[in-house]
């Protein structure tokens, strides 16, 4: 599973790595563009819950 900025193309690292009935808690700092993020699964069908908290000022 990767989780990459929306509009972007996504790297070829897994940010979450995972076998058929695990569950597997990840956190992830990748920044919200347009108010969103992508997902990439490569691994057939999974459930996946995603909170977006916090903020960077820049």
Known sequence: MSVFP?????TT???L???AGQ???NLVVVPVVN????FYN???S???IADVAGFYGF
């Open 35 to 38: 108010g969103k993020v992508s």
């Open 13 to 15: 690292a897994a940010n």
């Open 17 to 19: 790595d995972f076998t």
């Open 6 to 10: 929306d509009g972007t193309v996504r």
């Open 23 to 25: 569950t597997i808690p």
């Open 42 to 44: 490569n691994a057939g």
């Open 46 to 48: 999974v459930d996946l």
